[in-house]
């Protein structure tokens, strides 16, 4: 089987197009604010894991993005040798460019659960939040 990423040898199917994109990153907007909403009328924290990790996504290491890999750098690629660069950097690859995961610190192998570092990252979070909303002294272990 063949990974191909162009939407035209695809006819469409399989791959998420900028619309589809849109429409997804709208809907979660909205999931997320009726979280929130909902959170705060009972007097509850809420914490948004997307502004947990905005900073690991856009933080890297010698140019190279080492706590989320999601190809950060592609849309700029301009030449062959930029978009080369920007996949070694900056996508889920394997090889010396490589994250300590595929995807990054922050997730596990499947790229979609949290790995020990993004759980430990979400947790201090989340005990941050409670101990400034109700006046605690909550610790996480290290």
Do not use: H
Not at 61 to 71: A, F, L
Not at 124 to 136: F, Q, S
């Amino acid at each position: 089987m063949e990974i191909n990423c162009d939407p035209a040898a695809q006819n469409g199917n399989y791959l998420i197009d900028a619309t589809e994109k849109q429409i997804i990153q709208q809907r979660v907007i909205a999931f997320n604010n009726t979280i929130q909403t909902i959170a705060m009328n009972r007097g509850w924290v809420f914490v948004n894991p997307n502004t947990v990790f905005a900073s690991a996504l856009a933080t890297t290491e010698s140019g190279r993005y080492q706590d989320i890999r999601k190809c950060q750098l592609v849309a700029t690629a301009a030449t062959a040798a930029q978009f080369q660069t920007a996949v070694l950097n900056s996508c889920p690859v394997t090889g010396p460019t490589a994250a300590p995961n595929i995807g990054g610190r922050v997730f596990s192998l499947d790229g979609t659960t949290l790995s020990v570092n993004g759980q430990r990252t979400l947790t201090l979070a989340l005990v941050n939040a409670i101990n400034t909303r109700y006046g605690t002294s909550l610790s996480a272990a290290p």
